[in-house]
């Protein structure tokens, strides 16, 4: 089967979970026997030839085209489109009207001639009343609510709110065009059912299904407790972490001192906030090799104060057999007291990390998170869900 993947900016380097999710899923549909070939941008930052030098090691071909430089000349000529489609205003998803990438996106279709097409993000929605005159089946894999995220990663401010409102109208599009949504959360699931989506679906994070370790944990004074962040110039990690600094860490140090390190990995770190680092509070920044890292922890801290989608640092701590205290898990079935610990207030935080001293506690939810996790996120239950998936829209 012929699959043409429509994908954003080339994912590679794998820098962040978003990279290492899209690109952990074209191996694996690679690896399944199917016949692909991508469609991607590339930024600025990116090395056009390393990018085809490694796809071409994993036996994926791949057609670059370079990311919109003048963004004002793509709304200048496009300005009739907007007109009819306002929520063509996002630039996000204007940019695939750019003529170089419509050019692309014909040849690879009348060359290619696909049995699917898979698009990476709803951010590709204004092609699919182009693509849908083809008669080519379409599954678009979503990775986030776009909107909400909008607005959270931007402190609910009137200006991320106009901002969201034609994401809103690009998700209904996608909810109510493609043939199939494919949800990164079941909560998310819920939400493309709201908007109008009659078939849908749930793929997690691609890139979980290489994080899985199984590990004990002995008895210690002082637990290495990790709380995960790429970069905090992202809003959902600043949001975390302030949370951390200003309302976790005086509790903890009030109830339980001595017998709590924290870790802050990450990029970013702000200046103002070094005044919160002591010997109970570690900057670690960027982890070259983050299993290995891992491996010396304890027990992780994810607090989900605000952003969408399925954030790896909430997830990767319950593959690598790592406790794990949370707010939510997306609506993925981790059960409170048994295989994570959900907190909402600072006092739960430090009530999950007392009661985590205790090796026996601290091992069982460790063992049961990882059991939990591999019964919904292993390499073949991935497999089968893209199978599914893609089988469903096939034989319709």
Known sequence: MRILVLTPWAPYPLTGACQQDRFSGL????????????????????????????????????????????????????????????????GAALEY???????????LIL????????MEYCTHWPLLRILKSEGIPIIVKSSLNEPQHCIDEHGGSLMARLKALPK???ERIVARNADLVLAITPDEERWYRSLGATHTGVLPLRGLSQCFERRSHSAKDRLDVVFLSASYNVGHNRDALLF??????????RRLPG??????????FREEWKR??????????????????LRTMDAAVCPWISG???????????????????TKTAGYPFVDGKEVLLCATPQQYADGLEKLLDPALRNAVAAAAYEKAWSLFNEEIMKRTVKEAIESVINT
């Open 97 to 107: 009207l750019d003529a170089q990438y419509l050019s692309a996106l014909r040849f």
């Open 308 to 326: 969408q989608g399925m954030q790896q640092k909430v997830f990767e701590p319950l593959c690598r057999s790592l406790p794990l205290l949370t």
């Open 276 to 293: 919160y680092l002591s010997d109970d509070l570690r900057l670690v920044g960027y982890v070259p090799d983050l299993s290995g890292f």
């Open 27 to 90: 191996k694996q549909m690679r690896s399944m026997g199917y016949d692909i070939h991508v469609l991607a941008r590339t930024l600025p930052f990116q090395s056009k030839e390393q990018i085809e030098r490694i796809f071409a090691t994993e036996g994926i071909p791949i057609t670059l085209i370079p990311h919109t430089a003048s963004p004002w000349k793509l709304i200048a000529g496009n300005i009739p489109a907007i007109l009819r489609h306002p929520a063509l205003l996002d």
């Open 111 to 118: 060359s290619q001639r696909p049995d699917l097409i898979w």
């Open 244 to 253: 951390l600094l200003k309302e976790i860490l005086p509790e903890v140090r």
């Open 168 to 170: 809103k109208t690009g």
């Open 259 to 268: 017998h709590i390190r924290f870790h802050l990995t990450g990029g970013k």
